[in-house]
């Protein structure tokens, strides 16, 4: 049987080892890890998003108006509640000088009525008194009110002393309590405090709340359908891309990656302009609310939003702006399929 093979020009073939080790050793030396797997994961995302945002560069006049409308649904919730938080801030400023003014009777001696002062100053209730006489209370109108000739056609002094009381408990609610406790004393004739404005403040800021609450609302449904329609036609311009990428075997990930990548670009991008937005409206008006405060001798001074807030609304577009892309790529996604 040699002989024949040898006859024949046959060469018998001796088994390598050395050379099959190689070649185990070749494979396996090219086999991928976890390591290199997520290394190339992460270029493939750092790409895509590159590439994603060249793609919105080169089309400038419809990513400009679509980023014009994001900006501007997102800047009037965010100027809405700046706004809130402003005349949040102003009506504080009253919790922290808020008095009653007892009005005491005619009948009430300048002694009687610094005896109530003190007897007030010890009630559990009361932070502090302040006493005006019904002689500093007729000097003070003299000085203030450029009358005073008429006290000398008067017998008598009409004005009564009154007693300023500061209570310990400044809450909206509890004030209106004290004042009708003050009010039963017998030397009180009258127990005021100015608590309409204050009211009439805590009422409308509740209703700004609930008025920014479902404007937002209505502006993120707004972002939404703003980014779902441009995802949309820019999903439509690369229907036959689509088409090819599945033929040749990619996964609807693979597809979707680059409009999700669009959808975080307009988030980015829209909220950076909302944010110029609220700014430049807050510096346009801190000049006529300066010269507003001022007349009332007030420190009140417009502040814009703060580095947390402007971080939540950054972080509130980004996630609109996928959101939007990701619902409108996953309904339109699915309708393009290779024939």
């Not at 009687?112 to 209730?125: G, V």
Request: net charge neutral; aromatic share 8%.
């Amino acid at each position: 049987m040699e002989n024949n093979l040898r006859r024949k020009g046959a060469v018998r073939v001796e088994p390598n080892t050395k050379r099959d080790a190689k070649v185990h050793r070749g494979a396996e030396h090219h086999r991928l890890n976890v390591a290199d797997r997520g290394r190339s994961y992460l270029r493939h995302h750092v790409e895509v998003a590159r590439q994603s945002y060249f793609s919105l560069l080169s089309q400038p006049l419809t990513t400009f108006m679509t980023l014009a409308v994001l900006a501007i649904a997102l800047a009037l919730p965010g100027a809405l509640y700046t706004g809130l938080k402003n005349i949040q801030q102003l009506g504080s400023g009253w919790d922290g000088d808020p008095r009653v003014a007892l009005y005491l009777k005619l009948s009430v001696t300048d002694a009687e009525a610094e005896t109530l002062s003190r007897e007030l100053l010890l009630r559990d209730d009361v932070a502090a008194t302040e006493l005006i006489t019904a002689k500093q209370g007729m000097l003070e109108f003299q000085a203030m009110s450029g009358f005073g000739d008429v006290f000398s056609f008067l017998d008598n002094n009409p004005l009564p002393a009154v007693v300023m009381v500061m209570p310990r408990d400044m809450s909206v609610a509890s004030v209106p309590l004290f004042q009708a406790k003050l009010q039963a004393l017998p030397q009180v004739d009258e127990a005021v405090v100015d608590m309409e404005w204050v009211q009439r403040l805590a009422a409308f800021v509740v209703l700004a709340e609930r008025a920014v609450w479902v404007l937002a609302a209505l502006f993120v449904m707004a972002v939404l359908l703003v980014v779902g329609n441009t995802i949309r036609l820019s999903i439509e311009s690369r229907r036959e891309e689509i088409v090819i990428a599945k033929l040749v075997g990619a996964t609807d990930a693979y597809v979707r990656r680059p409009f999700l990548y669009d959808g975080v670009w307009f988030g980015v991008a829209g909220g950076v302009f909302a944010w110029l937005l609220i700014q430049l409206s807050l510096l346009f008006l801190n000049g006529p609310v300066g010269q507003l405060v001022s007349l009332y001798d007030s420190q009140f001074e417009l502040a814009g939003l703060g580095f947390v807030e402007t971080i939540l609304l950054l972080v509130i577009s980004i996630l609109l702006g996928l959101c939007g892309a990701w619902l409108a790529v996953g309904r339109h996604l699915r309708q393009i399929q290779p024939q």
